[in-house]
């Protein structure tokens, strides 16, 4: 039989993978690649804390008290992110589309052009229940 987890366990999980994220001195941040991770077109500062507390196992990106973006540093079509501490540690990884497109990370537009403000629209983080 598969491990099922409740609720309080699924919220609990994803909270703690999360909250990884605000973890030393500075914020933790977001790069945003092209399809293969191969060229970084932004790197993004989160908010802090970076998500919400989940609920039904989902965190939320925060984007209060306003929405985290930067300046793009190269062209290209975002596909990958990769979310760090502050510290450089890599803590997971995830999917980048335009808003409303289900990605790990929202944005307005995934086709980026190089000085261009790219602004995360949302996100959130699941933790499933098997």
């Known amino acids: 039989m598969a491990l099922t987890l409740e609720g309080v366990?699924?919220?609990a999980a994803c909270d703690a993978v999360v909250d990884l994220l605000d973890g030393g001195a500075a914020d933790g941040y977001v790069?945003?690649?092209?399809s293969g991770g191969t060229t970084l077109l932004v790197s993004i500062d989160f908010?802090?804390?970076?998500?919400g507390a989940a609920a039904a196992g989902v965190a939320n990106v925060s984007v209060?008290?306003?929405a985290p973006s930067a300046a793009a540093v190269?062209?290209?079509d975002a596909a990958v992110c990769r979310f760090y501490d502050s510290d450089?540690?890599?803590v997971m990884s995830g999917t980048v589309t335009a808003t409303g497109g289900g990605g790990?990370?929202?944005i307005a537009d995934?086709?980026?052009a190089s000085g261009a403000t790219v602004t995360i629209t949302g996100g959130n983080i699941t933790m499933p229940a098997s």
Request: proline fraction near 7%; avoid cysteine.
């Open 104 to 106: 790990d990370i929202t």
């Open 47 to 51: 908010n802090d804390p970076a998500f």
């Open 31 to 34: 790069e945003i690649r092209t």
């Open 74 to 76: 190269a062209d290209g």
């Open 88 to 90: 450089d540690q890599l």
């Open 64 to 66: 209060s008290p306003s």
């Open 110 to 112: 995934v086709t980026i």
């Open 9 to 11: 366990a699924r919220n």
